[in-house]
């Protein structure tokens, strides 16, 4: 396991632990995680922060635009100033690796900052992730995964997509996001696209589900949503369905991005508080 080099702590106390290395794997770029730990005494809850990009783009560096033109305050100093640490997280992108190497990557962040724990000052009982339209879709997988070692005690999915498995079409077209994403060149695209969809997943003991969607949204029905959260109330997991009257995907078109932030991290403070 790789060293955590010392943060640079900014003018307002919060440390900022930059390119964490979470694994290396023979073939394959490094991948890093970024880091802000808020100021102050005790652990710290995590936020794992997963981007979309439909599987095939995006970087732990980028947030969506709506999130992004976020001002005073902006969305990390949001999610710093109600006591969480954030942390930005990278995975391969499918023309690197198929499905569920993207899982994995996710994993293998959350793995190395439960070990780290101790060093970082975070919460290990208090384990978040959010992540928006692909990173959404990894999100609720991690949540879903019962065969993880490292627990996950509360899920935010922005818009993401949930099942795959009416998509043969899609899976089978070169150049299409899920074409790349499960790998459909080759047999064996039904099991696969059932593994990826967190519809599929879901069980009576995964934590408790944020879904945020925008009814307007082209790129990702509502119905994506709509159907994940009745698939988890049906085994009694707690799953609250917000629809974003008037956006787009990523939330274009919200009249107050800036308040869905806030609501994120009221149900956060309610789950993990």
Do not use: C
Request: zero cysteines; aromatic letters at 8%; glycine letters at 12%.
């Amino acid at each position: 396991m790789e060293r955590i080099r010392a943060p640079f702590v900014d003018a307002d106390g919060v440390a900022h632990y930059r390119n964490i290395t979470v694994s290396r794997i023979q073939g394959f770029r490094p991948l890093h995680t970024d880091l802000r730990v808020p100021p102050g005494e005790g652990r710290r809850p995590l936020v794992a922060f997963l981007h979309g990009g439909a599987f095939w783009s995006g970087s732990r560096v980028d947030l969506p635009d709506p999130l992004d033109a976020l001002e005073s305050p902006g969305f990390y100093e949001r999610v710093l100033a109600r006591g969480y640490a954030v942390a930005d997280v990278d995975y391969r992108l499918s023309g690197e690796a198929a499905f569920p190497a993207q899982l994995e990557d996710v994993e293998s962040t959350l793995r190395r900052l439960r070990a780290g724990a101790d060093e970082l000052g975070l919460d290990v009982g208090r384990f978040a992730v959010w992540g928006e339209s692909a990173g959404g879709t990894l999100a609720a997988l991690a949540g879903l995964d019962k065969g993880s070692d490292v627990p996950i005690h509360a899920v935010v999915d922005w818009y993401a997509p949930t099942d795959f498995t009416g998509r043969v079409g899609d899976a089978r077209r070169p150049g299409h996001p899920i074409y790349e994403l499960l790998d459909g060149a080759t047999p064996g695209y039904p099991d696969r696209a059932r593994a990826a969809s967190p519809v599929h997943q879901v069980h009576a003991a995964a934590p408790p589900f944020l879904l945020m969607h925008g009814v307007a949204d082209s790129g990702v029905p509502y119905s994506e949503s709509e159907n994940l959260a009745a698939a988890l109330r049906a085994v009694g997991v707690r799953a609250d369905l917000v629809p974003v009257e008037g956006a787009g995907h990523v939330m274009e078109g919200a009249s107050d991005v800036g308040g869905l932030v806030d609501r994120v991290l009221d149900f956060l403070d309610d789950v993990l508080r």
